[in-house]
């Protein structure tokens, strides 16, 4: 008996399946070209795996932030916001973020993790609810681990579902706050977003929306499903984070709330660890600047996702959802799906894999994410590549001949 025994069955698994080849787990970018190109093993890959969906974290601008504001403010700061870690570009940045999503108060966070545990963990307690969708995000399901709110799951994506919850709940005096997604990061679908909004007034309820893979990617400025939908006005918490569209690491919240500021003394991922180093800070400003200032980027993302979607699509592949940056191949099996997943690093594609317990439903999923940063040429080589694997495997029963595709 030892200490690790509870993580027996998971190590089988894993032995398991190590057994037959290699696991994303293990694999090391050796080194990074581009914004799309790295390393892997001491061969060059397309990697269509990151959330680099604009290109940003190679952006010239931004890396130039970066090395500035090191030289000039060192490598990390060293303390918390509340204790010597507020540099004028963390207040900064918080300025700008509550300006581009046309809110007054921002708060920033050393990831998006960090950002969802904290403001929702603090915002309810006992006596209070959680609503949250069945596909959360993991962050969104370990914050109701770290309240006593009751945390209540409603159907994905399900409205109608939602309503029940919190008719039920009609009598309970306590608050509730309802917690969806822009886009799923499994599935890469989208929130039905004006439905739920309708659905948490009636309810008197908070609405908290994830913009983790739609800022960026979705509205016309690029703030998010929120502002596609029209209903930024009507959403109390937006939750962001800057490892995906703004290329570097850390998280936030906006929010209208004239109360929102009382969380820098009561939400604990906030005031105990350390803030953004300076870099980082420089860099998101910069990439923020260029969400703004560049609509071109988002242009080309989608170019380039109905370029792979409508090439899958063709194919035959079943894919997650409608067109959105995470495009997700759907598996029977969970051998097939890393049989393909090693086939294509070995042809020179790195894309994510999700596998059960991780994925709704208990799918395999291989999962790519397309970036702004690709090119029309690399888009091709992928889908080509996994039209080819998928016939040899099996799984693409209903191709239609590869000619047909222009694919030959
Ligand atoms: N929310 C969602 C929906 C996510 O997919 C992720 C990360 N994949 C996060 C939050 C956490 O973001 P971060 O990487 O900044 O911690």
Sequence with gaps: MGIFDTHAGLAARYQAA??????????????????SEAIIDGRRVVTAGTHNYLGLAFDEACIEAAVAAVRREGTGTCGSRIANGSFSDHVALERELAAFHGMRHAMIFSTGYQANLGVISTLVGAGDFLLLDADSHASIYDACKQTQAGAIRFKHNDPDSLDAR???????????????????????????????????????????????HSMGVLGARGCG??????????????????????GAVGGYCVSNHEQFEILRLACRPYMFTASLP???????????????ARPELREKLWSNIHRFHDALSAAGFQLGAAPSPIVAVRLESEAATLSMWRALLDAGYYVNIGLPPATPSGESLLRCAISAGHSPAQIDGLSARLISLAQAHGVLPNARPRVALGLA
């Design 166 to 212: 919190l008719r039920r709940l009609a009598g309970e005096p306590g608050f509730k706050l309802v917690v969806v997604e822009g886009i799923y990061s499994m599935l890469g679908d989208i929130a039905p977003l004006k439905a739920i909004v309708e659905v948490c007034r009636k309810h008197g309820a908070y609405l908290l929306v994830d913009e983790a």
């Design 18 to 35: 190590r057994a037959a080849g290699r696991m994303p787990t293990g694999v090391v970018m050796e080194r990074l070209l581009s914004a």
């Design 225 to 246: 499903l929120a502002e596609r939908e029209g209903v930024l006005d009507q959403v109390d918490f937006v939750v962001g984070t800057f490892s995906k569209s703004l």
């Design 278 to 292: 300076p870099a980082t800070v420089a860099s998101t400003r910069a990439a923020l600047a260029a969400v703004q």
